[in-house]
Structure formats: structure tokens, C-alpha cells
């Protein structure tokens, strides 16, 4: 792509339009520099590892795309056209679906209630829970997702069942992009490699999916490409099959620079 | 082959739990406890005073129930969306006072529109403060208490509004369909309306959303500032058709009218099972609690029991029911 950042080399060729686009996306918050310049392609059907350190700008980035946060500057495209994302409602509206870090599930209130959070069936404001239980039935016996009951409160299910819902949920909810936010973050063995499983599956069913991880044997693992971020700037962007972890390390922490100096 | 035993045995039994049961286990548990404690007192009193256990002592209770339970449902919408209307029972003092000056002035049914529609107008003042402007429900609405308790007693100069038409008595003192009260009807009614409202509808979802976790509900697209200010307004409403029984029960305005009330309708919603901190509870649960307030204080009347002993015994039960309540959140989050 030639709108590639002037930090980013032109190594990453892909195919096709991009289902989301962001072009020359910067946030300051008053002196500080979150994100400056930052251009970034989602692609149909993907799965996009997001890295960089502590504070390079993974969360402002995904926070821009969720709507939680209105950039300064800088334009977002879905399929081609200039989209208006200025809160998390334009943003579920539009298909983007972001499953945070600490999950956002609501523990008092059941899976059903969980799953459908913000867009229950409805029929002049009256909920049709036969329809959410038809659908959470479907959906989860489709990402194989075992969970003991749909009326337990979420509070007591496990870290892994708590994603899988969450999960569950941007699925629902009719979502073509979901955003995990550290999604093997306090998960056992088991239940990451189940996460990550369900993370292809996602892939599989023709989403595209937004990971941002700090664990790069997870993004290798299940990632297509890789965006690194450092500084509030892209400052790279490789194909899995096309790079090593050593050089990923390196963008991260810009050690390359030096050598290349 | 032990293995395949052990399976199939389990798997209907997901199933069968996978069926529409409303409410967890624990939360009925509560419920329970105060439907069995509601009981022991009825047996209790029948047995002290048989004067209590007859029927048309019973539709008593119910019509002496209708207002608090009016106000508890208003304070269990404001409490299970993690906030507090201390001003509900200010509101009913104003409301009383003006409505009558407004029944004097307007006619009965314009009086009785002018009264719910201020009311309303409070809750919604309540609920501005608090959704738009992020200022803390106890300290909004413990404001908004001593505000309305001033005006009443200002427009009134602290004397009740007589001479209201007689008909106007007929709502919530002298009106009966059949052998039921006319309040008890009404406070009914709203109950089945406002249950309906926080279990069937994306409304109440909300409610239950914000109370939880109101980041949680605010990223998943609900619009948390319209949700919470459209409770206060209910509490405020509510209070207001309780100010109207109240009021036609005295057939006058009174200024006075619902004072202490507020504490009484947390002291409900607490007994119902309540969670202090919002996100969980029932309607079903509150009105049972309505009910073991209105059971217990007819039946230490009729026992002969002064009035302060009434206030120690609610006292003793809201504690004990909180102590409960505390334990079942800790269970939960283990």
C-alpha cells in the first residue's frame, strides 16, 4: 500500500480493499503524544496482531476504532467509505466489536443478559427472551463454548468462560470486527489455548479480528500480520509468515534503529 | 465400561438447567427467608390479637401498603441503579400541597395531573443532576428533601389545605371495587406495570446494566445518562401517586405528608434483597419486604404496642436483613 506511514516500509503487500482504514489518525492528550500519523488496514477475513510496549498507543489506537475516544486528527473508512465513529454506540452500530481487557461484562446480571448487553431483541422495547436464548444456544454450540448455565451471573464463571461470552457476545451482537483486548491476559494454559482456538474460529467464520496482545508466542500463533506501534507511531508491519519474533522484539523496542545507525 | 456412565446422566441435567429459570439460587433464598418471616408474624399476631386475623384486617394492611409500596418501588429503581432518592418522601409532602391548592383551583382532575406531573418534574431534576452532571444521588436528593419540605411548609405556612371536594377522598380512602381497595388496586396495578417494565423490557435490562457496572454498560452502547435520569423520574412519579393516595386518605393537603418515609421505603428495599451496591434485586422481593413492614406494624398496633416499638423492631430487621444481604454479595464474588 503506497498510504503507508512515512516510519513504515512497504514490506507488508496485501490484496484487496480493506474492510477498515484509518489514515493520519493523531491524539494528543495536552502535551503527550498518543498517536501521531497513524495509518492502519483491517483486512476481510484476518486476524491483525496489534503490538508495541507499555504505551506506545495500542490502547488510544483501539479506543479511536471502539469510539471511546474521538482523535484529534485523521480520517476512519469501513468498506471504502468515510465512517463517523464518535461513541461506542456508532461503533457497535457499525460492526465493531471490542472485547476489553477487564472484559466489561456485567458479573450481577446472567449470561443471556451478557450476551445480548446493549442489543437485546426487542419489539417496542420489549425483549424477546426466547429469541436470545434460540440465538445464544446457536451461537455458542457454534464456537463450541461450554458454559454450565445461561441464567448464572457472570460473576462466577471462570476467566475463560468470562471471554467466551464475552466473545460470545460481539459475535451476537452481528459484529464484522472484533478488537480483543488482551485476550489470554490471566488465562491458564488450557483455557488460552481454547481462547486462542476460538480466536480462529472467529477467522474462520469470515470476521476480522483485532488482537492486541503482549504475548508474541500468542501472536504467532494465531495472527496474519502483525502491526507494531512505538511511541504513539506505526513502526512496522510484517506478515507472520514473513518474519521472526526477534525482528518483532526489535520494532517494539527499536533497538534496530541503533543497529542501523 | 465406567466411562460412558458418568455422561449421559449429566447432559439432561444441563439441559434441564439450560430452561428459563428466572433467578439464581441465592437470590431466591433471600426471598424466601422474608415470605417465611412474613408468615411467622401473621401466625404470631393471630395468635396475640385475634382481631388481626380476619379479612377485612387484611385488605387493611394492603390499602395501609399501597403508598409505601409506591415508594419502595421508586427506591428499589433508584437503589438497583447503584444510586438513592432520599427525596421521595419531601416530594410527597409538596406534591400534597399542591395538588390541593391545585384540585381548589383546577377541578379534581386537573389537580390530580398537576400534582403526578410535578412530581415527575423533580425526578427529573433529581435525575439531571445526578446523569448529567455526575454529582452524587445521597447529596442530590438529600438536597432536593429539605428544598421541597421548605416550599411545602413555605406555601402552605405549614397548615393543611382544606375544604377539598369529597369525591377526592374517594381514590385512596373511601374507594372500593368489590371488596378491595381502590389504593391497593392501584398500587397492584403499577406493581405488575413497573415488574413487566424491569424484566421484559430493554429498559430495565438497563437499569439492572448501570447498576452493575456502569462502564461496562456505557461500552456495550447503552445510553447510561437517559436511563438514570428516566429513574429518578419513576421515583419521583411514584412518589407523587402516593402523595394523591395519601393525600385522599386525609382528604387534605398536607405538607407534613410522607416525612421519614424515604428511610422507610430503603428500610423495604433492603428487606427485599436488594444489592446495596445496585446491579441485582427484585421488585417481587421488595413488595414482599412492603408487605412484612405493613404486616408488622398493623400487628403491633393491634397488639397495643406504642409506636417506638415499631421503630426498634424495623430497626432490628433492616439490620438483620443488610447482614444478610453483605453475606450473599461476598458468597457471590468468591
Not at chain 1, 491458564?188 to 476480522?208: D, F
Not at chain 2, 394492603?62 to 438513592?84: N, S, V
Not at chain 2, 438536597?143 to 411545602?152: D, K, N, V, Y
Amino acid at each position: 500500500m503506497q498510504s503507508l506511514g512515512t516510519a513504515v516500509d512497504g514490506r507488508c503487500q496485501t490484496e484487496g480493499r480493506p474492510l477498515l482504514e484509518l489514515r493520519g489518525i493523531s491524539k494528543y492528550y495536552g502535551h503527550v503524544r498518543a498517536l501521531e500519523e497513524v495509518d492502519f488496514e483491517l483486512y476481510p477475513g484476518e486476524i491483525l496482531a496489534l503490538v508495541g510496549d507499555n504505551g506506545a498507543g495500542k490502547s488510544t489506537l483501539i479506543k479511536v476504532i471502539s469510539g471511546a475516544v474521538i482523535p484529534d486528527w485523521g480520517e476512519i473508512f469501513l468498506d471504502g467509505r468515510p465512517a463517523r465513529v464518535r461513541s461506542p454506540q456508532d461503533a457497535v452500530s457499525l460492526g465493531i466489536m471490542t472485547v476489553y481487557q477487564h472484559l466489561a461484562l456485567i458479573d450481577t446480571r446472567d449470561v443471556l443478559a451478557n450476551l445480548f448487553l446493549g442489543r437485546e431483541p426487542s419489539r417496542w422495547g420489549m425483549i424477546d427472551r426466547r429469541k436470545m436464548q434460540e440465538d445464544a444456544k446457536r451461537v455458542l454450540d457454534e464456537l463450541k463454548i461450554s458454559i454450565p448455565s445461561l441464567v448464572v451471573p457472570v460473576g462466577i464463571l471462570s476467566g475463560g468462560q468470562r471471554q467466551a461470552v464475552a466473545i460470545g457476545r460481539a459475535l451476537l451482537q452481528g459484529s464484522r470486527i472484533i478488537i480483543l483486548d488482551e485476550p489470554t491476559a490471566a488465562l491458564g494454559v488450557e483455557e488460552t489455548r481454547r481462547v486462542l482456538e476460538l480466536t480462529e474460529k472467529l477467522r474462520t467464520g469470515g470476521l476480522s479480528v483485532i488482537m492486541i496482545s503482549h504475548n508474541l508466542h500468542h501472536v504467532f500463533a494465531v495472527a496474519d500480520r502483525i502491526t507494531v506501534l512505538r511511541g504513539g507511531r506505526r513502526v512496522g508491519m510484517r506478515r507472520r509468515s514473513e518474519t521472526t519474533g526477534e525482528e518483532v522484539v526489535r520494532l517494539i523496542t527499536g533497538v534496530e534503529l541503533i543497529d542501523a545507525n | 465400561m465406567p466411562e460412558p456412565l458418568p455422561v449421559q446422566p449429566i447432559k439432561p441435567q444441563i439441559e434441564r438447567r439450560q430452561l428459563p429459570v428466572r433467578f439464581p439460587r441465592l437470590r431466591l433464598t433471600q426471598e424466601r427467608g422474608v415470605a417465611v418471616s412474613i408468615v411467622v408474624l401473621v401466625v404470631i399476631f393471630s395468635y396475640l390479637q385475634p382481631r388481626f386475623a380476619n379479612l377485612n384486617n387484611f385488605l387493611n394492611i394492603t390499602r395501609q401498603g399501597a403508598e409505601p409500596a409506591l415508594l419502595a418501588m421508586g427506591q428499589a429503581f433508584a437503589m438497583i441503579a447503584g444510586g438513592f432518592d432520599l427525596s421521595i418522601g419531601a416530594i410527597t409532602g409538596l406534591t400534597s400541597a399542591v395538588l390541593a391548592y391545585a384540585v381548589l383551583g383546577f377541578g379534581l382532575v386537573p389537580g390530580i395531573a398537576i400534582g403526578i406531573l410535578l412530581g415527575a418534574l423533580i425526578g427529573l431534576t433529581n435525575g439531571t443532576l445526578i446523569a448529567r452532571y455526575r454529582l452524587p444521588p445521597f447529596i442530590v436528593t438529600l438536597g432536593m428533601l429539605s428544598l421541597c419540605r421548605g416550599i411545602a411548609y413555605i406555601i402552605t405556612g405549614g397548615l393543611p389545605v382544606l375544604n377539598l371536594p369529597r369525591e377526592f377522598a374517594y381514590i385512596g380512602g373511601t374507594g372500593y371495587v368489590g371488596p378491595l381497595p381502590l389504593a391497593t388496586i392501584i398500587a397492584t396495578t403499577i406493581f405488575v406495570v413497573l415488574y413487566v417494565l424491569l424484566t421484559r423490557f430493554k429498559f430495565g435490562y438497563y437499569v439492572y446494566a448501570i447498576g452493575g457496572d456502569e462502564s461496562a454498560a456505557r461500552l456495550a452502547g447503552v445510553n447510561v445518562r437517559q436511563v438514570r435520569t428516566l429513574v429518578y423520574v419513576i421515583s419521583g412519579t411514584l412518589a407523587a401517586i402516593a402523595s394523591v393516595l395519601l393525600s385522599s386518605r386525609v382528604n387534605s393537603g398536607q405538607p407534613s405528608l410522607g416525612d421519614g418515609s424515604e428511610l422507610l421505603s430503603v428500610a423495604a428495599v433492603i428487606i427485599g434483597g436488594v444489592r446495596l451496591r445496585g446491579g441485582q434485586g427484585s421488585l417481587g422481593g421488595v413488595m414482599l419486604g412492603v408487605i412484612l413492614l405493613a404486616v408488622l406494624s398493623n400487628g403491633l398496633n393491634l397488639i397495643n404496642m406504642s409506636s417506638y416499638v415499631q421503630l426498634v423492631a424495623i430497626g432490628l430487621i433492616v439490620m438483620a436483613a443488610s447482614v444478610g444481604s453483605v453475606i450473599r454479595g461476598r458468597r457471590q464474588e468468591d
